[in-house]
Antibody, heavy 124, light 107 residues
């Protein structure tokens, strides 16, 4: 069974740095083609992709947030960590951890499964 | 960034109805399009990948089609458990953008 679970603070103050950890099981981030990423969803709003880290340690970030984001992995612990600095109330959202999969021999990829999500509120 | 626009934003339908949701990309994305279902308070769940491939375990009443800039998600005969929000997502190029979602409600 493949699972991902997010952990981290539920409340952060403006200007602080958010650190979220994704702990996963049932797959390896050493497997070619596999990635783990983060997606967020403000209350009542659309999903927004944030960042991805790949099996080969390559990383991609949302250009609009790139200056604020860092994604890292610890393959031995089956964990991926996302940090976002200079938090603002508009960053209040549910943050999801996702596995990125690709079809063999194809550039197609998708996110499955998703973690349960963790709501992060930014408020003083 | 590639913009993804879904229509309609909300839809009222009855059990047994055939429902179609449209997703349009701001530029051609070939078949790099995925569909997700999300129920209130829950994480999204993958339904369709690569525009038309049904994810394992997803009922066959769900189908996807399209290529280029226009895509559709069709539910052939609505079941009570299908009332949810549906979102498309392009995987053509980063940032991997989502549509705003289509909320499917019971009439």
């Amino acid at each position: 069974q493949i699972t991902l679970k997010e952990s981290g603070p539920t409340l952060v103050k403006p200007t602080q740095t958010l650190t979220l950890t994704c702990t996963f099981s049932g797959f390896s981030l050493s497997t070619s083609g596999v990635g783990v990423g983060w997606i967020r969803q403000p209350p009542g709003k659309a999903l927004e992709w944030l960042a991805l880290i790949y099996w080969d340690d390559d990383k991609t970030y949302s250009p609009s947030l790139k200056s604020r984001l860092t994604i890292t992995k610890d393959t031995s612990k089956n964990q991926v960590v996302l940090t976002m600095n200079n938090m603002d109330p508009v960053d209040t959202a549910t943050y999801y951890c996702v596995r990125r999969l690709t079809a063999s021999g194809s550039y197609h990829h998708w996110f499955d499964p998703w973690g349960q999500g963790t709501l992060v509120t930014v408020s003083s | 960034d590639i913009q993804m626009t879904q229509s309609p934003s909300s839809l009222s339908a009855s059990v047994g109805d055939r429902v179609t949701i449209t997703c349009r990309a701001s530029q051609s994305i070939s078949s790099f399009l995925n569909w997700y279902q999300q129920k209130p308070g829950k994480a999204p769940n993958l339904l369709i990948y690569a525009a038309s491939s049904l994810q394992s375990g997803v009922p066959s009443r769900f189908s996807g089609s399209g290529s280029g800039r226009e895509f559709t998600l069709t539910i052939s005969s609505l079941q009570p458990e299908d009332f949810a929000t549906y979102s498309c997502q392009q995987s053509y190029s980063a940032p991997y953008t989502f549509g705003q979602g289509t909320k499917l409600e019971m009439k």
